[in-house]
């Protein structure tokens, strides 16, 4: 996997184990393999052998230009583990263990690692049995999905204490986002904006929705809640044996903003059979059937809070969120790709692409998608999933 220039270095085997014996892991280190495909942390498989039997451990080494306060990110995600862990065992859930992230402390007790590079690392208990997609294979698997997101969000909304961090400020503020693509356009300082000049255009064209979600926030219809901000399929562990959702992971940017971002990032992820950088645009379409899915299992978990002003807008938040995902995509090909690792040259213009071509399709489809809010809401409302 190759990466931007602000990628900090390979480490050796000598630092690699080094690292993992910092933390509170009973046993011997035997490896700490790279794992999984994220865009953004280094991710390693751990594996300690303890009593002759392997145990295997998550260990994450936080990208510092993504995430500029790494203790602020892991103090979050601490508060928000311990809290889903009680409301578990509140509710008396099966296998308990395997339903929440479980952060492992240092030797010295604390939550992160600081090493001798000043580069920070956590450190979670691996969830057997579980793993990730890329894409979503039935309406099924969609609904489900959706389900664990809404009683995620349900599940945090009682979450006691002081405001969460924002990991990353304005995360989703499509207006800033459209602001730093500009800019970046305007600098062109790789040579790339002849290359992108209509995919500009697209987004120009569509700036009439920027304000929306946030205007409406700002009068205080939307409230503010606490939401995970990056809601795609593969932040869901699936059980191996029954592809149930098991556990929400990559909770990096847990923290405070609106539940249609969490929604529209679950269509933007999980309504088109192509994946995020297809480069044959004609599989980029959306599938009313899975956006259909998405709807019935969200207000499924989430919807004994939503707000009606919430579940209004859940149709447009998928092209919005869409909309921000391109300008992000866009700005980082511009940018010389330095926020996204990349496998090829014009990766990130191939995501802008898909994105793209995902909301033409959304428009295409909008008429029906609306149709399909308003019948799952006249559902979820007669079963009593509406807030008062």
Same mark, same amino acid.
């Given at each position: 996997?190759?990466?931007?220039?602000?990628?900090?270095?390979? +480490?050796?085997?000598?630092?690699?184990?080094?690292?993992?014996?910092?933390?509170?892991?009973?046993?011997?280190?035997?490896?700490?393999?790279?794992?999984?495909?994220?865009?953004?942390?280094?991710?390693?498989?751990?594996? &300690?052998?303890?009593?002759?039997?392997?145990?295997?451990?998550?260990?994450?080494?936080?990208?510092?230009?993504?995430?500029?306060?790494?203790?602020?990110?892991?103090?979050?995600?601490?508060?928000?583990?311990?809290?889903?862990?009680?409301?578990?065992?509140?509710?008396?859930?099966?296998?308990?263990?395997?339903?929440?992230?479980?952060?492992?402390?240092?030797?010295?007790?604390?939550?992160?690692?600081?090493?001798?590079?000043?580069?920070?690392?956590?450190?979670?208990?691996?969830?057997?049995?579980?793993?990730?997609?890329?894409?979503?294979?039935?309406?099924?698997?969609?609904?489900?999905?959706?389900?664990?997101?809404?009683? &995620?969000?349900?599940?945090?909304?009682?979450?006691?204490?002081?405001?969460?961090?924002?990991?990353?400020?304005?995360?989703?503020?499509?207006?800033?986002?459209?602001?730093?693509?500009?800019?970046?356009?305007?600098?062109?300082?790789?040579?790339?904006?002849?290359? !992108?000049?209509?995919?500009?255009?697209?987004?120009?064209?569509?700036?009439?929705?920027?304000?929306?979600?946030?205007?409406?926030?700002?009068?205080?219809?939307?409230?503010?809640?606490?939401?995970?901000?990056?809601?795609?399929?593969?932040?869901?562990? +699936?059980?191996?044996?029954?592809?149930?959702?098991? !556990?929400?992971?990559?909770?990096?940017?847990?923290?405070?903003?609106?539940?249609?971002?969490? &929604?529209?990032?679950?269509?933007?992820?999980?309504?088109?059979?192509?994946?995020?950088?297809?480069?044959?645009?004609?599989?980029?379409?959306?599938?009313?059937?899975?956006?259909?899915?998405?709807?019935?299992?969200?207000?499924?978990?989430?919807?004994? &809070?939503?707000?009606?002003?919430?579940?209004?807008?859940?149709?447009?938040?998928?092209?919005?969120?869409?909309?921000?995902?391109?300008?992000?995509?866009?700005?980082?090909?511009?940018?010389?790709?330095?926020?996204?690792?990349?496998?090829?040259?014009?990766?990130?213009?191939?995501?802008?692409?898909?994105?793209?071509?995902?909301?033409?399709?959304?428009?295409?489809?909008?008429?029906?998608?609306?149709?399909?809010?308003?019948?799952?809401?006249?559902?979820?409302? +007669?079963?009593?999933?509406?807030?008062?």
């Amino acid at each position: 996997m190759s990466s931007g220039p602000s990628r900090a270095a390979p +480490l050796r085997e000598a630092q690699l184990r080094a690292v993992a014996e910092a933390f509170e892991i009973p046993g011997r280190w035997r490896t700490s393999e790279p794992y999984g495909n994220g865009h953004i942390n280094e991710t390693l498989r751990v594996v &300690f052998e303890v009593g002759g039997r392997p145990a295997r451990y998550i260990q994450q080494r936080i990208n510092r230009t993504v995430f500029r306060e790494p203790e602020r990110v892991v103090e979050n995600i601490a508060r928000v583990t311990a809290h889903l862990r009680a409301a578990l065992a509140r509710d008396g859930a099966v296998d308990p263990e395997r339903r929440a992230l479980e952060l492992i402390p240092t030797r010295e007790g604390r939550p992160v690692f600081v090493d001798a590079t000043g580069e920070h690392w956590r450190t979670y208990r691996f969830i057997e049995g579980a793993s990730s997609h890329e894409v979503v294979r039935s309406p099924g698997e969609a609904c489900a999905v959706a389900e664990a997101f809404g009683r &995620f969000q349900a599940q945090l909304g009682d979450l006691g204490g002081a405001r969460l961090h924002e990991t990353i400020p304005r995360f989703h503020h499509a207006r800033d986002r459209f602001e730093a693509l500009l800019r970046t356009a305007s600098q062109d300082g790789h040579g790339r904006l002849s290359g !992108c000049r209509r995919e500009l255009d697209f987004v120009q064209a569509r700036e009439s929705w920027l304000d929306r979600l946030s205007a409406a926030q700002a009068a205080g219809a939307l409230p503010e809640r606490v939401v995970h901000n990056d809601t795609k399929l593969n932040n869901v562990l +699936l059980d191996d044996a029954s592809g149930e959702p098991v !556990c929400i992971i990559d909770l990096d940017t847990v923290m405070p903003g609106l539940v249609l971002h969490d &929604f529209g990032d679950m269509v933007r992820t999980a309504t088109s059979p192509a994946p995020e950088d297809e480069r044959d645009l004609s599989r980029v379409h959306a599938r009313p059937e899975l956006f259909a899915a998405l709807v019935e299992g969200y207000l499924r978990g989430a919807g004994s &809070f939503l707000l009606p002003a919430e579940r209004a807008e859940l149709a447009f938040s998928g092209r919005l969120v869409t909309l921000i995902l391109a300008m992000r995509f866009l700005t980082d090909h511009l940018a010389g790709d330095r926020y996204f690792r990349i496998h090829r040259a014009g990766h990130n213009l191939d995501r802008c692409r898909v994105q793209l071509r995902l909301i033409d399709s959304l428009e295409q489809h909008g008429a029906r998608l609306d149709e399909l809010v308003e019948s799952a809401d006249a559902r979820s409302r +007669l079963l009593g999933g509406a807030a008062p």
